[in-house]
């Protein structure tokens, strides 16, 4: 009676590193240890665990072939293209002066919220950066393949990218998607509701890139527009009674914020948390926290004019009694019979 024995084993080479194959033999019951012995004499027995491993490697390389052959049936290149060799510049220019100030003030404001979220800094910020989503073709440039966001935000990813700073975001090569995607808009805001299939912004934010938010602030005019991704597409979001809009996984809300900031009056984009409260940036938390030392220096020095009043009191209460004790002794009378 025959029997199909299959084997995967763990040989050490003549070139003393170690390797593993996989034999498939129809072998007769009485034959089969005298021959497997005597092909692999120095096999080593494997225990489940090692077995499991090599069997997730036996799946994992059928899967590169699988992938290459597609890739050859395809055309396309041997290697895709990753942050350091893709342009990070499509050479425009920033579309006004408020758009960089901007991205700094979100940056500074959200910071220690992911910091909070992230204990391990894992998490990345790009502003006015690429985030590649598509190879070109050859005979068009390869920044064509990216939108750049003014401002957004990636969760769950190092800091830096094999101990090189980011030149762009490539979601081929990092499989995170970004959550927040902000645009600061300049024009009509044509560019960014773009629902062109394959071209337009819009678009491709809402069915390749796909973060959980997307906003459109008007700087100009103090305008803002949130959508939420919903199932296959993004939904407009109503603002609530302080018409902000809310991340609750950040636990943070967006708004309008008229106010002044590195010397510039104008409507701005911030953060408040869930109750209200505005976020302060680094500058505005280091002159409350001047404010409230100032406040105490004032309340600790009333505190100690009350003190010297109080003290004053006293001593001209002790100086008045004893005065009446010396006239009631002038007098021929103990003031401590009275």
Known sequence: MEAVHHSLILRI????????????????????????????????????????????????????????????????????????????????????????????????????????LHPDGNFAIGQDSGIYWRLTEPDEPAYRGAESPDWYYVPNVPPLLDGKLRRSYVMWQEHQRPHLVLEFVSGDGIEERDKTEKTGKFWVYEQVIRPGYYGIFFGFTGELEFYVLNGNGFKLMKPNKRKHFEIPDLSIEFGIWHGTYKNVKAPWLRIWDLEGNLIPTAQERAAQEAQRAEQEAQRAEQEAQRAEQEAQRAERLMDKNARMEAKFRELGIDPDEI
């Open 13 to 116: 080479s003549e070139c003393g590193y170690r390797e593993y194959g996989s034999t498939d033999q129809r072998v007769t019951q009485s034959q089969r240890s005298g021959r497997i012995e005597q092909k692999f004499e120095c096999a080593i027995p494997l225990d489940d665990e090692e077995v499991d491993n090599l069997m997730a490697e036996k799946v994992a390389d059928d899967k590169r072939v699988e992938y290459q052959r597609l890739r050859e049936e395809l055309g396309l290149p041997d290697r895709l293209p990753d942050h350091t060799e893709l342009p990070d510049s499509d050479g425009t220019i920033v579309k006004n002066f408020q758009e960089h100030p901007q991205s700094v003030l979100l940056t500074e404001s959200i910071w220690p919220i992911l910091e909070e």
